[in-house]
């Protein structure tokens, strides 16, 4: 399709090298974790004798089943719920041009600006009031309740583009607004329901700070949290430390590499609104 | 449900029948108003997880309330003077702004070569646009502790400074004031560069060949054609970029608490991880509150005043 000129060329050089400060850490990373206690080489060079037992040691140790499992949990849950009333907020909001209804618009657009660090703290007494501290729970009323406003930005968003003709059709058909709603908008909306998800999807599995102040001093945690305390016990024991870290982000790899091309425009795609 | 949606009009007139209002013979039918209370799930999470508390934080910041202790006392302005009269809080204000500024310069600025880089002609394009992007998705925790290691004074990028004979450059990266804050910029940059480079691609490709081509046939040369042409088009996605990393840059707690904990020596500490300690270490919520206030407010006035530049911009 084309030919190399000399500066294409150099150009392709130049981007591989910096490909190599990218993928440079993470071979550290996997190198590392396969080292066998004892061997003190330089983390650069590969491993000689490469072992498995430091991913038992740091499955075992780290709790990591059961946190895999609840940052499943929360994760699947909340983005559920998030993708639901995000979608089903936006279309009266897109649709309806009533005062009352830009005025909700933008109270909830607002939302994105605010330093969710401010409602953390109050929000942690009410948990606590309530008896969800230490509960997944707590954590999905939370991401669903912060997530919100830049779901409903991207659904508002893309409602607009969509001619009003199919839901009028459906109307006409006799269908009510539930059934309008479940059966003709959100299929329409599919696309961007993608994106919502993989954006939700990745700030929930990775937050650190929310599960950490709501699930502390409880047997509840999630990857992020395990892996904190998992490091806080065996700082010097890098191999295991590092196994754990590989098996954390497994799930997600694994997800990115195999949606790749989605994941990436959902990204840049999710702001251009 | 239906029940109760059916309530509604039939009493005004018969000629109306069944969804009488969505039929209305002029124009486009504006939906019911009745469709509102979709909105309220959403409402009620936001407003139970969001708005309620972010008042209630509000006031407290106004209190002396410990976070444990059943009573408080209203302190007025207490905690905001002592933020602004407290050597450490006025450090942290400092180091944040330091690092929102350094990250938003050195991310977009990197992001930018990447995507100039990937845009067009070289065949490892797709392959290195998913390199480049994978840190983004990778656990900021995860993130922090691989680099942690790397860092520490025989680490894997002092192995690799010597390995390639710039051994004169070793550091003991998080033992030094300056180097902390330096490593802590690098780490960011690393994790995010891609995402800033994935939305100037976007950039990129949405300016049509054409306009370098006919610059080039005028005989400017690359940098000229860059900065004349593609710079200018790529506005929109240098004002994304940029608010995107003013906010995050603001917001950023995790790799600083577990990079450095804010060391040494608080060298590092920004409000996030300071309203944090404050807190949840210190038990001086209201005064952890009032740091939270103060970095909403920060991050308010810069992305207004980021928003209102670009907006200039775009209009002369």
Do not use: C
Request: proline share 6%; no cysteine; charged share 10%.
């Amino acid at each position: 399709m084309f030919r190399y000129t000399k500066g294409v060329l150099a150009r392709e050089v130049v981007m591989l090298l910096a490909a190599l400060v990218f993928v440079l850490p993470v071979y550290v990373l996997v190198n590392l974790s396969l080292r066998p206690a004892g061997d003190v080489s330089s983390p650069l060079l590969p491993v000689t004798s490469p072992t498995l037992g430091n991913y038992v040691a740091a499955w075992e140790q780290a709790g990591l089943a059961g946190a895999l499992l609840n940052s499943t949990i929360v994760t699947s849950v909340s983005v559920v719920l998030i993708v639901v009333i995000s979608s089903m907020a936006a279309y009266p909001l897109a649709r309806i041009t009533s005062r009352l209804s830009s005025t909700l618009f933008w109270l909830v657009l607002a939302g994105m600006l605010i330093p969710f660090q401010v409602a953390l703290i109050p929000l942690y007494q009410t948990m606590r009031d309530v008896g969800l501290l230490g509960s997944l729970w707590a954590l999905v009323i939370f991401y669903a309740g912060a997530q919100v406003p830049f779901s409903i930005f991207l659904y508002t968003g893309f409602l607009r583009t969509i001619p009003k003709e199919y839901e009028e059709a459906a109307a006409i058909d006799g269908a009510g607004s539930l059934r309008t709603f479940r059966s003709v908008i959100f299929p329409l909306l599919r696309p961007v329901t993608g994106t919502v998800v993989i954006l939700n999807a990745i700030t929930v599995w990775n937050d650190f700070l929310v599960p950490l102040l709501y699930l502390s001093g409880t047997p509840q945690q999630t990857v992020t949290v395990a892996l904190y305390a998992f490091v806080g016990q065996y700082v010097s024991n890098w191999p295991i430390v590092f196994a754990g870290l590989v098996i954390s982000i497994m799930p997600v790899l694994v997800v990115y590499f195999l949606l790749q091309r989605r994941i990436i425009s959902g990204f840049a795609g999710g702001l251009k609104g | 449900m239906t029940s109760l949606t059916d309530d509604r009009p039939p009493v005004t007139g018969p000629p109306r029948a069944s969804g009488g209002r969505r039929r209305t013979p002029r124009g486009p039918a504006a939906p019911s108003r009745r469709l509102l209370w979709f909105a309220l799930p959403a409402l009620a999470f936001y407003g139970f997880a969001v708005v309620v508390p972010t008042f209630r934080g509000g006031a407290l910041a106004f209190t002396d309330w410990d976070g444990l202790s059943p009573g408080y006392a209203f302190v007025g302005f207490d905690n905001f003077a002592r933020i602004f009269s407290t050597a450490s809080s006025l450090e942290a204000l400092t180091m944040t702004l330091v690092f929102a500024l350094a990250i938003t310069v050195l991310q977009n600025g990197v992001g930018l070569l990447l995507a100039v880089g990937l845009h067009t002609g070289i065949k490892t394009r797709n392959v290195l646009r998913v390199v480049f992007f994978a840190p983004v998705v990778i656990t900021p925790v995860v993130v922090a502790y691989l680099w942690k290691f790397m860092l520490t004074p025989d680490g894997a990028v002092n192995g690799a400074l010597e390995a390639v004979g710039l051994g004169a450059l070793r550091q003991s990266w998080l033992g030094d004031p300056t180097w902390a804050a330096v490593s802590v910029v690098m780490v960011v940059v690393w994790q995010h560069a891609g995402y800033s480079m994935v939305i100037y691609l976007a950039g990129l490709q949405s300016i049509p060949p054409e306009l370098n081509e006919a610059a080039a046939v005028d005989g400017a040369g690359a940098w000229r054609r860059f900065r004349s042409v593609t710079w200018p088009l790529l506005a929109t996605a240098t004002t994304i970029n940029v608010m995107l990393t003013i906010i995050g840059g603001f917001k950023m707690f995790t790799e600083v608490y577990v990079l450095t904990g804010g060391g040494p020596g608080g060298a590092t500490e920004t409000l996030s991880t300071l309203l944090y300690k404050s807190a949840f270490q210190f038990d001086e919520f209201g005064y952890g509150i009032a740091l939270a206030l103060v970095l909403a407010l920060v991050v308010a006035v810069f992305s207004i005043a980021q928003y209102r530049l670009s907006n200039r911009k775009a209009v002369s």
